[in-house]
């Protein structure tokens, strides 16, 4: 099992930056990708981006592409969110997920979730 510790969130004005971070324990060998999403309160959970574990490799969702940056430490077995210019509509909690071995935005394919972080953004 693996078992995934976000941290980072908090409360800025808009057009701050944050960065978010996910920690890793357990069998990390086990681990393809890794994901990050969002949930807004009454919304269901939003695919932001993901990346590949060993090579690497990034895919975004469109309304994370340009201002959020997903990259990652193997050695720190931890993953992390760059988030630029942040708006009020960014509010919500943030996960990161353990996913497939394919970069997908498909929430349902994404089986370990962290606690997620709290991200609040307002003037």
């Known amino acids: 099992q693996v078992q995934l510790v976000e941290s980072g969130g908090g409360s800025v004005q808009p057009g701050a930056s944050l960065r978010l971070s996910c920690a890793a324990s357990g069998r990390t060998l086990m681990i393809a990708t890794m994901g990050w999403f969002r949930q807004a309160p009454g919304k269901g959970r939003e695919f932001l981006a993901a990346?590949?574990?060993?090579?690497?490799?990034?895919r975004y969702a469109s309304s994370a592409e340009g201002r959020f940056i997903i990259s990652k430490d193997n050695a720190k077995n931890s993953v992390y969110l760059q988030m630029n210019s942040l708006t009020p509509e960014d509010t919500a909690v943030y996960y990161c997920a353990v996913g497939p071995t394919v970069l997908t935005p498909e929430v349902t394919r994404y089986r370990t979730w962290g606690q997620g972080t709290q991200v609040t953004v307002s003037s």
């Open positions: 990346i590949l574990y060993r090579s690497g490799a990034t």
